[in-house]
Structures are given as structure tokens and as C-alpha cells.
């Protein structure tokens, strides 16, 4: 059973940085299709970033340019890196794992078997 637990979200002002962590077993961190989604109250949950167990990186058109994924093995640990936020980066930010990578991982979380509690962003005015 895989395991996500997720850390670093928080209350920032727009412009600010946070950083995401998603630590995981080292098994998990190496060898899966590690992804960041999020939900805002109302909304469905939309694909944020995505990493496959190569290195490909897939980002949604709205973080492109603001946002980085990336993974540290020695770490056991996922990174969400969001700078120059938004108000409308505001929601719940979840964590998740799938075996393989889907054909388009952001598109839908349907791909997507393991995720963690979530951790809450806020971005305020």
C-alpha cells in the first residue's frame, strides 16, 4: 500500500512562495509517476504537475512558469515549489502516485490510485 503524506501548505500573500512536500517510501519516490493536484471549494480537482519515474515533467497551463515539481530520492520526498502565487492558486493541494504514468496525467486523477490528506493553500490579497 502506498503512502503519501503531505506537508508545507499554508496562508501566503500574493506574489509569496511556499514549497509542498509529499514524502513517500523510497520505492514509491523512485520508481513512480508522482503527481500534485488540487481542489477549490466548488471546483473539480484539476491536475497541477506531474513527474514519471524518468524525469518527464508535465505541467498545467495555469503554473507554467510559476510552479516546480521535482523529486529528491535521498529524501524520500516529492516537491511542489509555487512561486509568484495567485488568489486562484488557493485550495486544497493533494499529492498522488500511480504505477505509470497516464498517457495524459494531468487530465484527469482517474490515473491516479494513491493520494495523500492533502495540505491547504491559502493566498490572500
Known amino acids: 500500500q502506498v503512502q503519501l503524506v503531505e506537508s508545507g501548505g499554508g496562508s501566503v500573500q500574493a506574489g509569496g512562495s511556499l514549497r509542498l512536500s509529499c514524502t513517500a517510501s523510497?520505492?514509491?519516490?523512485?520508481?513512480?509517476?508522482l503527481a500534485w493536484f488540487r481542489q477549490a471549494p466548488g471546483k473539480e480537482r484539476e491536475g497541477v504537475a506531474s513527474i514519471s519515474m524518468y524525469g518527464n515533467i508535465n505541467y498545467a497551463d495555469s503554473v507554467q512558469g510559476r510552479f516546480t515539481i521535482s523529486r529528491d530520492r535521498a529524501k524520500n520526498t516529492l516537491y511542489l515549489q509555487m512561486d509568484s502565487l495567485k488568489l486562484e492558486d488557493t485550495a486544497m493541494y493533494y499529492c498522488?502516485?500511480?504505477?505509470?504514468?497516464?498517457?495524459?496525467?494531468?487530465?484527469?486523477?482517474?490515473?491516479?490510485?494513491?493520494w495523500g490528506q492533502g495540505t491547504q493553500v491559502t493566498v490572500s490579497s
Open positions: 523510497a520505492y514509491t519516490v523512485s520508481t513512480y509517476c
Open positions: 498522488a502516485a500511480a504505477r505509470f504514468c497516464p498517457v495524459l496525467p494531468l487530465k484527469t486523477d482517474a490515473g491516479f490510485g494513491s
